[in-house]
């Protein structure tokens, strides 16, 4: 079903470490964005983009940066996970702004 | 919520029963959409409502648009065992609601 990957599925991590969460998307879609969501509560808005080169913060955007160099995709960095980041953490994308998004899988993060 | 929220926070049904969840958001928008989620899954879109839209049908879901109230309403008939998920709705691309959490018990 899913045309949008995330690896790693599972991390569990020391405090301090640099973190790179990977997301990938075969549909050729514009819009991609990163969502923080603790189990059984709402998604956050971390961070997105209208497309290459474009990245805009969200509202949970501080500690964590991304890039779109290509288009399929949307790679999100921690440069020091805390014990505070332990979360899921979701990618996902659209063809436009107003269409349905895409969503992969996730990505579980434990900071120890 | 920065967006909305979804009613009930929970829902517990027997499988064949209707189950109905409603949505409440803050500020304008050009269209709603409805995401289901499995446990340990991403969401994955069931439907979408435009602003000028007030009913929209799918399958066994029916959504319905009531923009004078800010309000959206989700009903599953005939529920399966296999609907048992968290339903989202968003508004306005990135703003998800709460999450309602429906079990369908067998």
């Known amino acids: 079903e899913a045309d949008i990957y995330q690896t790693p599925r599972y991390l569990v991590i020391g405090t301090g470490k640099k973190i790179t969460l990977e997301c990938s998307q075969t549909m050729g879609h514009d819009k991609m964005y990163w969502y923080q969501q603790d189990p059984g509560m709402e998604l956050h808005l971390i961070h997105y983009?209208?497309?290459?080169?474009?990245?805009e913060k969200g509202d949970l955007s501080s500690e964590s940066t991304v890039s779109r160099i290509r288009t399929e995709h949307f790679p999100l960095t921690l440069e020091s996970a805390r014990p505070s980041h332990t979360s899921q953490y979701l990618c996902?994308?659209?063809?436009?702004?107003?269409?349905?998004?895409?969503f992969g899988d996730g990505t579980r993060l434990s900071i120890l | 919520s920065q967006q909305g929220e979804e009613d009930p926070q929970a829902l517990s049904i027997q499988e064949g029963e209707n189950a109905t969840m409603n949505c409440s958001y803050k500020t304008s928008i050009n269209n709603l959409q409805w995401y289901r989620q499995n446990s340990g899954r991403g969401l994955v879109h069931l439907i979408l409502?435009?602003?000028?839209?007030r009913e929209k049908h799918s399958g066994r879901l029916r959504v319905t648009l009531d923009t004078s109230k800010k309000s959206s309403s989700l009903l599953i008939t005939a529920s399966r065992a296999a609907d048992t998920a968290s339903y989202f709705c968003a508004g306005n691309q990135f703003y998800f609601g709460t999450g309602t959490s429906l079990t369908v018990i067998p």
């Open positions: 409502i435009r602003s000028n839209e």
């Open positions: 996902a994308s659209s063809r436009t702004g107003d269409q349905p998004q895409h």
């Open positions: 983009s209208y497309g290459v080169n474009s990245t």
